[in-house]
């Protein structure tokens, strides 16, 4: 079974500049999730849709972040301007619903890593 | 909201030893799920155990345990056996009850793995 897959794998760019990192779920899995881990701290969600729609965007910064998710499918995070604290890991994750079966396994990618300079 | 600690930073245990990590939660929820996360340099989290807390046992998979102390608020996993592939990023999580609600992650203990 393929996993999660996440590109690119390094990015690094210049304060206020743009930049965008995808995402590829396992086939199947309805539920997405975007976390950001910055170092020395443990993940944080920025945003999680359920097939096309979201369902907490509550830790997004959205005068800088966007996310959107085609099709039920891939996904992609933008940040723009990108700031010297948005430096850290960002890691996409997917399950398989997030209905009944609540507590079910995340599957996480490699993630990206992002230097802001 | 709900909070996860973990008070260790760094830990190491000796080869075929047996280390425990700590963890702490609180939440006013009476139902939940709580998680072990690791995380290796490759950065990609990998499940290693899960606990739903209405179950009063311990769960275990294979050379991992957790010791789930409900009214203490306490979660620590054991690792017997330590192998050198254990060495990692261990993130512990809680996840609430309630529908749509995210995985809540502590600060994480980077364990090593001594030869």
């Known amino acids: 079974e393929a996993g999660v897959a996440q590109s690119p794998r390094y990015k690094i760019i210049e304060k206020r500049q743009s930049v965008a990192f995808w995402c590829n779920p396992i086939?199947?899995?309805?539920?997405l999730y975007w976390y950001q881990q910055i170092l020395g701290q443990g993940p944080k969600l920025l945003i999680q849709?359920?097939?096309?729609?979201?369902?907490?965007d509550s830790q997004l910064p959205k005068d800088r972040f966007s996310a959107e998710r085609l099709k039920g499918v891939d996904s992609t995070l933008k940040i723009q301007p990108a700031k010297l604290e948005d430096s850290a890991v960002y890691l996409c994750?997917?399950?398989?619903?997030?209905?009944?079966?609540?507590?079910?396994?995340?599957?996480f990618g490699s993630g990206t890593q992002l230097s802001v300079l | 909201a709900q909070t996860v600690t973990q008070s260790q930073p760094e830990m190491s245990v000796q080869e075929a030893e047996t280390v425990t990590l700590s963890c702490t939660y609180d939440t006013s929820e009476n139902n939940y799920y709580l998680f072990w996360y690791k995380q290796p340099p490759s950065r990609q989290m990998i499940l290693v155990i899960r606990q739903e807390a209405y179950k009063q046992q311990n769960a275990t998979e294979n050379r991992f345990s957790v010791n789930f102390q409900k009214a203490a608020k306490s979660f620590s996993l054991k690792i017997s056996d330590s192998q050198l592939g254990d060495t990692a990023m261990y993130f512990c999580a809680f996840m609430s009850y309630a529908g749509n609600t995210p995985l809540v992650f502590g600060k994480g203990t980077r364990l090593s793995v001594i030869a």
């Open positions: 086939s199947g899995h309805a539920t």
């Open positions: 849709f359920q097939n096309n729609g979201v369902v907490d």
């Open positions: 994750a997917s399950s398989l619903d997030r209905g009944p079966s609540r507590g079910e396994k995340l599957f």
